[in-house]
C-alpha cells in the first residue's frame, strides 16, 4: 500500500480515473454479442458495472484488462475439482482462505479444532496462525490436511531465493515436527456432512482406504480458479488445461513445469482473439499457483507500452525471478530437477 498502490493513486493521471467500490459484472463490444465478427476490431468495449449504491452503468472503452484476480473463486476441496457432495449441508463451516486468524476472525477459531486444507503458501500462513492462537487460547488445536504425500510447494529449500517464502515453510516444518500441527497427508476428500457435534466430517480415500476426518471448522486454501462468466461475450483464447492465455499456458503450466519461474513475457503472450482485451495478473495464470507479483507488474507494464504505440517497450520485456528452489508439482523424475 505504501510503496506502490499509494504513490500511484496519487498521480494526477491515474488518481482522477479510478472508480472505488465499482464492480464490472460483465464485457462486451458495443452493438453485437461474440457471434458478429463485422466491424468487431473497431467497435468499442462495453463493460457494465454497478456502482456503490446499487445502481447499473455501462461505460465504453477503447481497450480493456482484466486484472480482477482470482481470489473470490477458490477451487473445491474436492480432488475432482468439483464441489464436494453434501458442502451445502455445512454452509458455514469452511472458510475462504487467509482468514483473519489473529485478529477479526479469532473468535471463530478460538478453543475449536480447525483443519486447514491444502499445500501451498496460503495454507502455510494460515497454519502459523493457528498454532500462535493455540499458544495463547487452550483446547484450539490445528491439523493440515494436503492431498499429495508431501507438501511440495510449502519447502525449506536453502535455494528459494525469497528468503521469506522459504521462512515459511521452515516455520511449519518445525510446528509439524513439535506436533503443534497435526499433518494428515494423501488424503482425497469426496464428501462432506455434518459430524452432529456443531462441526463437519470430510469424508473420502487415504491411500486406497475409506477416511474421515472431523472438525470443527475447515479452511479451504486449496488454490484458485479465474471467474470466466463476465467474459462471455468477450472471444479468448485460452490453455484448455490451466485456462490461462494460449500463448502463456506452456510457460506456466504446473504439468510441466515444477517450480515457479518463468520465461519473460508481455503484451504479445497476452493477447486474445479480441484486439485490445487481455488477462493480466493472477487471473492470467489461470489455475496455475506460481503468480509472483513481480510479473504482473512487468506484464501491465508492456500492456501499457502497447496501448500507447511503443511497440520497442512493449517488445523489450524484462523480468528477473528469483530462483524458488522448491518444486510445484511431482513430476516423477527421481529428484533433482526443477528449473531456476
Same mark, same amino acid.
Given at each position: 500500500?505504501?510503496d506502490?498502490?499509494?504513490?500511484?493513486?496519487?498521480?494526477?493521471e491515474?488518481?482522477?480515473r479510478?472508480?472505488?467500490?465499482?464492480?464490472?459484472?460483465?464485457?462486451?463490444?458495443? /452493438?453485437?454479442?461474440?457471434?458478429?465478427?463485422a466491424?468487431?476490431a473497431?467497435? *468499442?468495449?462495453?463493460?457494465?458495472?454497478?456502482?456503490?449504491?446499487?445502481?447499473?452503468?455501462?461505460?465504453?472503452?477503447?481497450?480493456?484488462?482484466?486484472?480482477? /484476480?482470482?481470489?473470490?473463486?477458490?477451487?473445491?476441496?474436492?480432488?475432482?475439482?468439483?464441489?464436494?457432495?453434501?458442502?451445502?449441508?455445512?454452509?458455514?463451516?469452511?472458510l475462504?482462505?487467509?482468514p483473519?486468524?489473529?485478529?477479526a476472525? +479469532?473468535?471463530?477459531?478460538?478453543?475449536?479444532?480447525?483443519?486447514?486444507?491444502?499445500?501451498?503458501?496460503?495454507? %502455510?500462513?494460515?497454519?502459523?496462525?493457528? %498454532?500462535?492462537?493455540?499458544?495463547?487460547? *487452550?483446547g484450539?488445536?490445528?491439523?493440515?490436511?494436503?492431498?499429495?504425500p508431501? %507438501?511440495i510447494?510449502?519447502?525449506s529449500?536453502?535455494?528459494d531465493?525469497l528468503?521469506?517464502?522459504?521462512?515459511?515453510?521452515?516455520?511449519?516444518?518445525?510446528?509439524?515436527?513439535?506436533?503443534?500441527?497435526?499433518?494428515?497427508?494423501?488424503?482425497?476428500?469426496?464428501?462432506l456432512?455434518?459430524?452432529?457435534?456443531?462441526?463437519?466430517?470430510?469424508v473420502?480415500? +487415504?491411500? /486406497?482406504?475409506?477416511a474421515?476426518?472431523?472438525?470443527?471448522?475447515?479452511?479451504? %486454501?486449496?488454490?484458485?480458479?479465474?471467474?470466466?462468466?463476465?467474459?462471455?461475450?468477450?472471444?479468448?483464447?485460452?490453455?484448455?488445461v490451466?485456462?490461462?492465455?494460449?500463448?502463456?499456458? *506452456?510457460?506456466?503450466?504446473p504439468?510441466?513445469?515444477?517450480?515457479?519461474t518463468v520465461?519473460?513475457?508481455?503484451?504479445?503472450?497476452?493477447?486474445?482473439?479480441?484486439?485490445?482485451?487481455?488477462?493480466?495478473?493472477?487471473?492470467?495464470?489461470?489455475?496455475?499457483?506460481?503468480?509472483?507479483?513481480?510479473t /504482473?507488474?512487468?506484464?501491465?507494464?508492456?500492456?501499457t507500452?502497447w496501448?500507447?504505440?511503443?511497440?520497442?517497450?512493449?517488445t523489450e520485456?524484462?523480468?528477473?525471478?528469483?530462483?524458488?528452489g522448491?518444486?510445484?508439482?511431482?513430476?516423477?523424475?527421481?529428484?533433482?530437477?526443477?528449473?531456476?
Open positions: 500500500m505504501d506502490y498502490l499509494e504513490p500511484l493513486v496519487a498521480l494526477p491515474i488518481g482522477s479510478i472508480r472505488f467500490g465499482t464492480r464490472v459484472v460483465a464485457v462486451t463490444r458495443e /452493438g453485437m454479442d461474440r457471434t458478429r465478427t466491424g468487431r473497431t467497435a *468499442p468495449f462495453l463493460l457494465r458495472v454497478q456502482t456503490p449504491n446499487g445502481t447499473v452503468e455501462e461505460i465504453p472503452g477503447r481497450a480493456v484488462i482484466d486484472a480482477s /484476480g482470482t481470489y473470490t473463486t477458490p477451487n473445491p476441496l474436492a480432488s475432482t475439482g468439483l464441489d464436494p457432495i453434501g458442502a451445502d449441508d455445512v454452509d458455514g463451516l469452511v475462504h482462505a487467509l483473519d486468524v489473529l485478529g476472525d +479469532r473468535t471463530r477459531f478460538t478453543g475449536k479444532h480447525t483443519v486447514v486444507v491444502g499445500a501451498g503458501h496460503s495454507a %502455510a500462513n494460515t497454519l502459523i496462525a493457528l %498454532a500462535e492462537l493455540a499458544k495463547a487460547e *487452550p484450539t488445536r490445528v491439523t493440515w490436511l494436503i492431498r499429495n508431501s %507438501a510447494r510449502v519447502s529449500s536453502p535455494d531465493e528468503v521469506d517464502r522459504a521462512k515459511l515453510g521452515s516455520r511449519v516444518d518445525q510446528l509439524v515436527h513439535t506436533d503443534q500441527i497435526v499433518m494428515v497427508d494423501s488424503f482425497e476428500i469426496s464428501r456432512q455434518p459430524n452432529g457435534d456443531g462441526g463437519v466430517r470430510l473420502g480415500r +487415504r491411500r /486406497g482406504e475409506d474421515f476426518l472431523d472438525a470443527d471448522v475447515v479452511v479451504n %486454501a486449496t488454490g484458485f480458479r479465474p471467474d470466466l462468466s463476465m467474459l462471455r461475450e468477450i472471444r479468448l483464447e485460452l490453455d484448455d490451466v485456462e490461462a492465455p494460449k500463448r502463456l499456458a *506452456p510457460l506456466i503450466d504439468n510441466l513445469h515444477s517450480c515457479g520465461f519473460p513475457h508481455g503484451f504479445a503472450e497476452l493477447r486474445h482473439p479480441e484486439p485490445g482485451f487481455f488477462l493480466a495478473g493472477m487471473k492470467s495464470y489461470g489455475r496455475a499457483p506460481t503468480f509472483l507479483l513481480a /504482473g507488474y512487468e506484464q501491465v507494464r508492456s500492456i507500452a496501448l500507447d504505440g511503443d511497440m520497442p517497450a512493449a520485456v524484462q523480468l528477473t525471478l528469483p530462483a524458488t522448491v518444486c510445484s508439482t511431482d513430476l516423477g523424475s527421481g529428484g533433482g530437477f526443477c528449473c531456476s
